[in-house]
Every structure is written in C-alpha cells, then in structure tokens.
C-alpha cells in the first residue's frame, strides 16, 4: 500500500486521503481498518494532510465568521478556513467535496484528519438514513447489545470487559449505526484507553497514541490487536441498554418501556451528545444545509423509533466492579 496515500469506504461512502507524512497515513490505517478500500475508482471526499507551516498567507485580510474553543473560522470564495489557534489550519470546501489540512505537529494532523473524516463522512450517511448513535455494540450468537453510557461514564471500560469474552462480536466500541428501518451495522474503529493496563493481553507493538486538544492522551489499540471478530451478522435481536453509575455493591437490571428508551435515544443519537464529530466540519450555515439538519433530524427520529419498536429496553445500574457489571450483561442480556 502506498505509504502517502490512504483509500475507504464506509458503507458506500468513498474517502481519497493523502499526505506528505506518511506516519499520518499508517496511524489512519490502524483507525479505519475495517474500512480500508483497495478501489480508487470513485471518491465523495477527498483530504489532502501536509506536515507543514499553516500557509496563512490564504486568510490574509479575512474578518472572522465564528470561534470556539479550538478554532477560528474564516471563509473566502466558498472554502471554510479553521484556524487552531497558530497550531494549525484546515480548509473545507463544500463545492468540490475536499479538504486540507496544515501542521507540523504530527500529532495534530491525525487528530484533525481523524475528526475531519468522521464528521463528512457522517453527514453523508445521514442524509442517507445512517445514523451514529453514541453507545458501543456489541453481539453474541441470538441478540446484538447497543449500550448507552455517558460521557466518562464507563463504556469502554465496560465494552473491553465484555470483549474478554472471545465468543462475543465486536458491532462498535463507540458508534454503532442505526438506519431508518432500526436495522444495525457495525461501525468499529480503534479503540482508545487511559492505559496498556485497561486492555487484554496482546501484541503491544500494534499499540500507537494521541494527544488530543481537549481530552489528552489516549492510548491506541487497531481491531487486529483483539481475538474477537467484528459482527458480520447484525439481523440478531436488538437490546438497548442505558446505563448509570452507582455506589451500589452489585449492579442490577431493569426492564424499561420502550417511552422511556426513547428518551435515552434522543441525547445519544437523535441529538448525538458525545459523538466523534466535529461541529464546524458537520454544519455549512447555509439555507440549504440547515433543511438538510433538518431533514437528518427527522430522519434519526424515525430510526430511532423504530430500532425501539424492535428491541427489549434495559436500565442498567453499574457498581464499582467491571468484571461483574460485565458478567451481569453477560448472563441476563446475551
């Protein structure tokens, strides 16, 4: 494979990456391994990564058209600029479906690229009645579990207990995909953790790491680091599951109804509090694209809605130990 030079496919959904630093493109490889395309036919996105000075000298003279906490956003002839600050400077233009991204920190390129690619590629399957909901998946021979936890709350310390477990599928550790007939599609990238202790024994050469902007440092783990496979059957009986932290001794289970569930949903999926995605690479602030949120909102309402209407719904109050929350699941769920 071509050092400089990176082909997906999402579900449909072709990207075209390529760099000048080539440790930019083997971590993106190690991120998006179950989407590696050999095809380079066709392409709905294509982003250019270059280890570099930002080239400001593009934004000269230009007034501001929003900020955040991690850039500044300017625009000219149709091309969104986002400024990091002076770390780095990327670029989106809608027209032609394509994207740059400047910066000599290594580190910052991957992020950025990572974020990019989630967030186009996410607004496209949504527009096509694909929706991320902020849970990890997770299936067994009879039932596919989508677990909802919040942010800090525990999911992929949970998640990485269950996959000890060989015998259980990975459907996604993060974002599982929900269409709008309620049917499910794995969506698994790499997994990130704290530390090496979080994760099963393996071949700790495959691990690699990101600095994140806002988070820190996360430790890296590629799908190849783990014995389970990724579910390929996803026609399974679906359950849906939020869970809760507690100060109990033991966790337990509760059956919830399905108006409950959907409470549940609209924060994790038809809002999305929590997804890998990136504001300022999702929304246009045209006419045309807010109809088109508009449209995307409906649309996960109506997916939503019916993954519900198909599923056994749980509240799953967690205690202090993995190994039994997960052996609870593990029991009663799967």
């Not at 770390?87 to 990019?116: F, Q």
Request: net charge positive; proline share 4%; hydrophobic share 40%.
């Amino acid at each position: 494979m071509n050092s400089n030079a990176l082909s997906l496919n999402f579900y449909g959904v072709s990207v075209a990456i390529s760099s000048d630093c080539p440790g930019v493109i083997q971590k993106l490889l190690k991120d998006f391994s179950y989407f590696i395309s050999l095809s380079s036919v066709s392409r709905d996105l294509t982003i250019e990564i270059y280890q570099s000075d930002p080239p400001y000298g593009e934004i000269e003279g230009l007034i501001s058209k929003g900020q955040t906490v991690n850039t500044i956003s300017y625009q000219r002839h149709g091309t969104k600029y986002f400024d990091y600050y002076g770390a780095a400077l990327a670029s989106w233009t809608p027209s032609r479906a394509s994207g740059k991204i400047y910066c000599s920190d290594v580190n910052r390129l991957h992020e950025i690229a990572y974020l990019m690619i989630l967030s186009r590629v996410g607004k496209i399957h949504d527009t096509q009645g694909m929706h991320k909901i902020h849970a990890f998946g997770i299936g067994s021979t009879k039932k596919d579990l989508i677990c909802m936890l919040p942010m800090k709350g525990g999911k992929t310390t949970l998640f990485l207990e269950l996959l000890k477990d060989t015998k259980l599928e990975m459907i996604s550790d993060d974002t599982p995909l929900i269409d709008r007939r309620g049917n499910i599609y794995a969506f698994p990238l790499r997994i990130g953790v704290d530390s090496e202790e979080s994760l099963p024994d393996g071949n700790r050469s495959e691990l690699y790491s990101i600095d994140r902007m806002e988070y820190g440092k996360k430790i890296l783990a590629p799908l190849s680091y783990f014995k389970n496979h990724v579910s390929k059957d996803l026609q399974r009986f679906p359950v849906l599951v939020a869970g809760y932290r507690t100060r109990m001794k033991y966790p337990y289970l509760k059956k919830v109804s399905k108006i409950v569930m959907l409470k549940e949903l609209y924060r994790h999926m038809i809002i999305g509090v929590g997804l890998p995605m990136v504001v300022e690479f999702f929304v246009e602030n045209t006419i045309a694209d807010w109809a088109k949120l508009l449209y995307i909102a409906l649309s996960r309402k109506v997916a939503a809605i019916r993954l519900i209407i198909k599923s056994d719904c749980y509240h799953l109050y967690l205690c202090d130990n993995p190994s039994e929350n997960a052996e609870l699941i593990r029991r009663e769920l799967l």
